[in-house]
């Protein structure tokens, strides 16, 4: 899966903004929203805050966990604990990128917060590549992921899954009597 | 439950005994997508879905129509329209991409599907496999083939293209609690165990293992 289309699915979390004009309920296909009030926060999904945005037609308010404090404290604990410790977004690295990005201006201490992330991302993705390896050289069949993103597991999910693909190969063509010796 | 009620009215879509919501229909699409996407064989077909999201879209695109340049409203529907069909377009295309790369096997599952049970593939995708297998046929004779000795003229197309490898390992989300999932050794020293699969819990495993809970939607790849 491509980086930019986990991106996509993350862009349909919702996020409060605060919008200076006014507008009447839209009736989208994927649900309604709105009406919009200037001045009255209202929740939208993110591909349409982030163009509201650009168009200067709203702020935006960071989601609650986009705060020093609490990154802070999810910090800790993340590297505190030995596995995955549960994330306040299942989009949290992406949503971090596209706000900062497009609406730093709106987000306090957005330097801190960018770093803090990418501290939190680097820690659990070390923690990935340790486990990886680990279900490799013990052979296991089964691994149980709680609390991982799709865009943690996407960083490694080609290589991981081409390996186990290719381990397994050369293992069936290994063990005698099996049938399993294929064409290709 | 008035809303939803007089919301799923909207939904044209009369012959499907489940009723949905646009917004449902949405997410089931998307559930298609990601599954198809990370699944390592054909899945089922969703004719009904593609076909009601189609019918959503083109509505949608009529009304917008009659609005006025420039209009907000009409922008933010553009945009939305834009996304759904990215998702749409993305599903199609790697069905067809699995199409292309295991289309004797895809051919022959639909072959040996008995009277009765639905097809894997749509009316449309069909005729694109036959055409498919027929062209890649005809092209290996002209350019190779005819030129060979004859005793090795022919090609066995089963035999030639890889079949799909249901021992992939896959990653996936479980939306239903399932026990007694039995995980299959690695190597002969192991033994088989089970597992359950909590509701919201993620996993990785073999996708030969949960072929069938994939196909139930009581699991999601990811």
Known sequence: MDPSEVEFLAEKEMVTIIPNFSLDKIYLIGGDLGPFNPGLPVDVPVWLALNLKQRQKCRIVPPDWMDVG????????????????PIPSPYYMELTKMLLNHASDNIPKADEIRTLVKDIWDTRVAKLRLSADSFISQLEAHAKLDNLTLMEINTTRTFLLDSLNCMYKLRTNLQPGSDKSNDY | ????????????????????????????????WLN????????????????????QLTHMEENLQRVRKGDVKASIHRMEIDRIRFVLSSYLRSRLQKIEKFFPHVLE?????????????????????????????????????????????????????PEPCLDSFVFLRVKERQENILVEPETDEQREYVVDL?????????????????????????
């Open chain 2, 109 to 161: 599952k639909e072959k040996s599907r008995a009277e009765g049970d639905p097809s894997f593939l749509s009316p449309e995708e069909f005729a694109f496999a036959k055409e498919y297998m027929a062209n890649t046929e005809t092209y290996l004779k002209a350019v190779a083939l005819r030129h060979m000795p004859p005793n090795l003229q022919t090609i066995d197309m089963l035999k030639a293209v």
């Open chain 1, 70 to 85: 609490k990154l802070e404290e999810i910090k800790e604990l993340e590297s505190k604990e030995e596995t995955f410790a």
């Open chain 2, 198 to 222: 909590e509701e919201g819990s993620q996993h990785l495993m073999r996708y030969r293992t949960i072929a069938p809970l994939v196909a139930s939607g009581a699991v999601q790849l990811i």
């Open chain 2, 1 to 32: 439950m008035s809303d939803a009620l007089s919301e799923a009215s909207d939904l044209s879509g009369d012959d499907s005994q489940d009723v949905m919501t646009p917004t449902e229909l949405i997410a089931k699409l998307e559930e298609a």
């Open chain 2, 36 to 55: 198809e996407k990370f699944s390592p064989e054909l899945l089922k077909n969703k004719s009904e879905i593609v076909e009601c999201v189609m019918e």
